[in-house]
């Protein structure tokens, strides 16, 4: 591992003074890239937008696909708000922002492909100011119902791709926040195969804040981050490059999976599974996911923030798939962390 110094930089710079403009700027421009690439891979379906305003200050637009010819259902979102009374979900992680309006804009998506071989896709990338504190944050995460471990190996190679353009300990570091982030609890599995997540990233230059993930200070990732310790010489432009260029890599980590498996033909037991899987998509989204605590807990718009569900879902008492099925490697292996991006390697040993 590359030795950095472990001693964070004591003067937290301010951002631009255009920075919201050029941030909100840019998302904005990244919902319409990613829509206009969906809408072509898609060949049927088109995005409706749906602009809307919040009353505290502030608004966005929604843009949603529905019974398209590859997405069943998948909306990719753009807001902007503002206000003067900070959620308690980010007082909680940041306390030092209290006192302080605040402002937060990004951009979110999530797609629910009709074939069960295609998985569902999740990105968000925001940024947020309060006074003195600002940050970066956000990620993409992949969700299979069925096993491909090449479609996961390119995932997450295209991502390391763009991570390490900016820094070789970003990836490694933000692929375990991924796998811990995007984790049910109350089921001991992961969402899906995972793929970058950070949070709280600022110029102080700390890759683990103490308060990410919460109360969990002793996990793979946090000590893995704390032995990377600060990166120097992080600001606000290199984040903002830094989170551009992931934003960047979604549609080439994506689209090709799509294109290998969309063709393929599936029978009513595969879609009854993708239904049933979707089912986790849903307890996770509700339960502990923070994009949507923070959008209810702001008075956000409620059908933008719950788009990220599924058209279709089911659930069913004591599921157990068959052993030496598809659907029980995907519970052995891809429900469970993974080396995708060394997966060919390991596959040939």
Same mark, same amino acid.
């Given at each position: 591992m590359t030795a950095f110094s472990t001693e964070a930089t004591t003067t937290q710079a301010f951002?631009?003074?255009?920075?919201r403009d050029r941030v909100s700027h840019w998302f904005k421009s990244l919902q319409d890239k990613i829509c206009q690439g969906l809408e072509q891979v898609d060949g049927d379906g088109t995005f409706q937008e749906d602009s809307w305003e919040r009353a505290e200050g502030g608004g966005g637009r929604s843009r949603v696909m529905k019974e398209g010819k590859v997405f069943e259902q998948g909306g990719v979102n753009f807001s902007e708000v503002w206000g003067k009374d900070l959620p308690p979900s980010i007082l909680v992680q940041r306390p030092e922002a209290a006192g302080h309006s605040f402002y937060a804009t990004?951009?979110?998506?999530?797609?629910h492909p009709r074939n069960p071989f295609v998985p569902t896709v999740h990105l968000n990338y925001r940024y947020f100011e309060a006074g003195p504190v600002?940050?970066?944050?956000?990620?993409?995460?992949l969700t299979p119902y069925y096993p491909f471990a090449e479609d996961a190996s390119h995932f997450h190679n295209?991502?390391?791709?763009?991570?390490?353009?900016?820094?070789?300990?970003?990836?490694?570091?933000?692929?375990?926040?991924?796998?811990?982030?995007f984790y049910l609890k109350h089921r001991?599995?992961?969402?899906? !195969?995972?793929g970058i997540f950070f949070d709280y990233q600022d110029s102080q230059g700390v890759l683990y804040p103490i308060s990410y993930p919460g109360s969990q200070i002793d996990t793979q990732a946090a000590n893995h981050s704390k032995e990377v310790g600060a990166?120097?010489?992080?600001?606000?432009?290199?984040l903002f490059s830094f989170v551009q260029g992931c934003g960047n890599a979604f549609l080439p980590a994506y689209v090709p999976i799509v294109d290998r498996r969309n063709g393929l033909d599936y029978?009513?037991?595969?879609?009854?599974?993708?239904?049933?899987?979707?089912?986790?998509?849903?307890?996770?989204?509700? !339960?502990?996911d923070r994009g949507t605590i923070f959008g209810l807990q702001t008075n956000g718009r409620t059908e933008s923030i719950l788009m990220s569900l599924p058209p279709l879902v089911r659930w069913e008492y004591g599921f157990q798939p068959q052993p030496g099925s598809p659907e029980a490697e995907l519970y052995d292996t891809f429900l469970k962390p993974q080396d995708w991006v060394?997966?060919?390697a390991n596959a040939k040993a």
């Open positions: 951002p631009p003074s255009d920075s990004g951009t979110s998506m999530v797609l600002w940050w970066f944050g956000g990620g993409i995460d295209t991502l390391k791709q763009a991570c390490d353009i900016y820094h070789p300990e970003y990836y490694p570091a933000f692929k375990l926040w991924c796998d811990e982030y001991q599995e992961t969402r899906g !195969v995972g990166i120097e010489g992080r600001n606000w432009e290199k029978n009513e037991h595969q879609r009854n599974f993708q239904l049933y899987r979707r089912g986790r998509y849903v307890e996770f989204n509700l !339960v502990y060394n997966w060919s």
